[in-house]
């Protein structure tokens, strides 16, 4: 789902080593070093926003809380990273990563530059960069002007590729995010069943959550019984039955994501939308096709067409990013990998109104394994 990103990030962030070793990351770093050493670059530049971090938090567990942040990791010697933020904000931005070397990107020359000259003076350095596809033009330009022609950039994207096996770790903190998610689309529900408006009950999973130490919370709900989904208006009072929210929520650096559909009276477009997503459910499982598991949920959701707002697509994966691709549309070739992650969301519109209900999915070598799903 599209969301709006706020301009501050306001959750709580830190690096939990007893969740997330430090011995993780050295085998994370090692990854940069296979790709260095096969390809001869000396160093590895790895960009991230407020907005997509993917990699970033990956190698680092560094997720900017405004702007952006940028980690150089070279083959031989320390890291240093940039931050976006004051000199007054590097304390608590050194407590989410195990880069000892944090500096404000405020001060770009005073810090960048004398990284660069680590590298001496003889001959072209390659180096290796991940993410600089959402870096913004002026800054781009900046870089561009420190390295000169003495350094050539090649994309290292491939290093962490979208559809990777997550390790037990990562998938254990997605149980965690999970269960904030659950945590707090039941506080949603609950809200809006007591007599709330939607938009007071899309408040109220938020605040869960963020109680919960979430480090990001998203929320959308509707204002027109379920046919569409909107960010926070300020329309508080605003009460509609059905009702239909989303909630997603980022804890260690991992999304999760839940739709909350609610009703005070029979809704045959809800028994739809879960026969639906039962299908896709039970069609899941290593190899499966995307389109097939597109057709058995749009074959149960009928005589429903698709929601709208899912786009054509009854799910893809989901981690690090909300979406990180292999969207299950109706054309999708691409087929489920055990180790991956997806979240599922399947819903239509009716005369009464629409729904959807949605679930999240960590695919074993022997079929799906639920971490959270939408109630009723």
């Not at 990103?5 to 306001?10: E, L, R």
């Not at 809380?65 to 608590?92: F, I, K, Q």
């Not at 609610?262 to 459910?281: E, I």
């Amino acid at each position: 789902m599209h969301t709006v990103h706020p301009s501050i990030i306001i959750g709580s962030y830190g690096w939990d080593e007893d969740l997330l070793p430090r011995d993780e990351f050295q085998l994370r770093r090692a990854e940069l070093d296979g790709a260095m050493d096969a390809r001869g670059w000396k160093a590895m530049l790895i960009f991230g926003d407020a907005a997509e971090h993917r990699g970033l938090a990956y190698y680092t567990n560094f997720v900017p809380r405004l702007r952006w942040g940028m980690a150089l990791v070279p083959r031989e010697g320390e890291p240093l990273l940039l931050c976006s933020m004051s000199s007054r904000d590097m304390p608590a931005m050194r407590l989410m990563t195990w880069i000892q070397d944090v500096r404000s990107g405020w001060e770009w020359q005073r810090n960048f530059d004398p990284f660069l000259a680590r590298f001496g003076a003889e001959g072209t350095v390659d180096i290796g960069t991940i993410g600089l596809d959402v870096m913004t033009p002026a800054l781009f330009g900046q870089l561009e002007r420190s390295l000169g022609n003495r350094f050539r950039l090649h994309d290292a994207d491939f290093v962490l590729p979208d559809d990777r096996a997550l390790r037990p770790r990562e998938v254990s903190l997605l149980r965690q995010s999970c269960g904030l998610a659950s945590g707090a689309a039941a506080a949603m529900a609950q809200a809006w069943c007591a007599g709330q408006g939607n938009e007071q009950a899309a408040l109220a999973a938020e605040r869960n959550a963020r109680l919960a130490a979430a480090q990001d919370v998203r929320t959308l709900a509707s204002p027109d019984g379920g046919r569409t989904l909107v960010p926070f208006s300020g329309a508080l009072g605003r009460r509609t039955d059905p009702f239909l929210g989303y909630i997603a929520v980022k804890a260690m650096g991992f999304w999760a994501e839940l739709f909350v559909p609610a009703s005070g009276r029979p809704s045959a477009g809800l028994d739809h939308a879960k026969a639906g997503l039962d299908a896709a459910l039970a069609a899941m499982r290593p190899g499966a096709a995307a389109g097939a598991i597109h057709a058995k949920a749009a074959a149960a959701l009928a005589p429903l067409a698709l929601h709208p707002v899912l786009s054509g697509s009854v799910g893809r994966r989901i981690g690090l990013s909300l979406d990180e691709g292999g969207a299950l549309r109706h054309d999708g070739t691409s087929a489920l990998k055990a180790g991956n992650v997806y979240a599922l969301h399947v819903g239509g519109v009716d005369a009464a109104g629409g729904a959807i209900v949605s679930a999240m999915v960590a695919m074993t070598p022997e079929g799906p394994e639920i971490l959270c799903r939408s109630s009723w």
